[in-house]
């Protein structure tokens, strides 16, 4: 078996298998040297509620899965995506920034439907490496229309089951939306989405991508089952759940570490070795139970850092550097051609994304100087803007023509605003720079 060299898994998990050309004796599959790629996403998760993060003391969901995978891996600090799901999506499926792609909200089709033109990185990477990967987006796709029942399929996705828009109604009770078919699904959804991953990934005949896109733990707040928490005398009523979101919220973020534990434990160990899992969070904590340092108005839907700056989690094949904090800037649409890198497109970078695959190995490989976030609608919201940062300043400008510039070193949570007082000539020249920056994009 041809070694393969250790790559980096994000916050969202990448599955990676690989061998040389043979046949793998445990499941009669053909597989090959390339590494298969599980990458997962959760819905609505900030740095308050989960994971590594200095300066973060609220309670945390329980997650040995994902506290396993961090200890076997690399915790990026310092990854921004967007303040809401479409952007961040459509940023890491086409490696471009929400105003060149025209999906930056969620709120219209027209701001939140990725244009049919557009390369996905599952296409993009079977069609320069003659179709070595088979592709799943297993869970929630949310940058299509909720009526375009093939959407996934007709950009390249070769097998989608989930949900198409951005929630359901009910985990118990959702339509689900599979070969452009849609009916009622009464499973909860994570378990399902847990469950046709399972079975796809035991399918497949040579190296795999799979997008495991869940909507936990995405409102509506409810109980999971009890066989996926540990709090068995969590009341099951609309009261309970109505008088303290926060312990629903919670459970469910276990019950979905549960459920990758056993979607983990389903590979064969040649496909566990194989693999690179990424973990991560598509935008930051809805304000109904946002935990300080945050606060509501500093949460999803915001370019603050509460909405922007998510968990990412990298571990699995040829990820040589093990329970290490990363700092360096980590921008969505890096996922694009960090995923293009490791199907073997070396060094591959997207219009405006950078494979971070070199940091897998080497914490001093080159880093981004910056990185950018916005949200856009058709009528501009009190929250709309963009924000750019570089590696101790940020500055946020919003449509309505507020600023807010913060050195993010000395103040990480953004509770003072240097343009209340007068900048001192080091803060001018960055947020000039920043300004710059945001001219030439």
Known sequence: MERIKYSLVFLVFITIVGCKKNVNPDNGNI?????????????????????????????????????SLARNGITFTNFWVNPECAPTRAAMLTGKYGFRTGVGGVQAPQVATLKSSEIVIQKYINDHTNQAYANAVIGKWHVSGGTQLNAPESFGIQYYTGILTGAVNDYYNWTETSNGVQKTNTTYTTTYFTNSSINWIQQQNKPFFLWFALNAPHTPFHRPPLNLITNQSLANTPAAINANPYNYYLAAIEAMDREIARLIASLTPEQKSNTVFIFMGDNGTPQQIIQSPYNANKAKSTLFQGGINTPLIISGKNITRMNEIETALINAP?????FADIAGLDNYNSQDGVSIKPLFTNANSPKRTFVYSELFNPTAGANDGYALRNETYKYIKLQNGTEYFYNLKNDPFESTNLLSGVLTASEQQNLDQLKQIKAGL
């Open 31 to 67: 597989v090959s040297d390339k590494p298969n790629i599980i990458f997962i996403i959760a819905d609505d998760l900030g740095w308050d509620v989960f994971g590594n993060y200095q300066g973060m003391t609220a309670t945390k969901a329980t997650t040995p899965t994902l506290d």
């Open 334 to 338: 890096d996922m694009f051609s960090t």
